[in-house]
């Protein structure tokens, strides 16, 4: 499961540092089915933005000084 900047979360509910996911692997909007080749690519385009942006910002506030 991914939160909403596309940070993996762990089972135990937090996000694991650095690690993001986009696409099938973030889990399909479509549940368990696949109606057809090119339905993930929207979403996946979306993850792949919101975990960009999230990544450069932790980098930047990660970056020391």
């Given at each position: 499961m991914?939160?909403?900047e596309s940070r993996v979360r762990?089972?135990?509910g937090g996000p694991i540092d650095g690690l993001f996911a986009a696409g099938n692997v973030a889990a399909?909007?479509?549940g368990?089915?696949?109606p057809g080749p090119g339905v993930i690519l929207g979403p996946a385009i979306v993850h792949a933005l919101r975990a960009g942006r999230a990544a450069a910002r932790e980098s930047i506030l990660a970056t020391p000084r």
């Open positions: 991914v939160d909403l762990h089972v135990n399909s909007i479509m368990p089915s696949y």
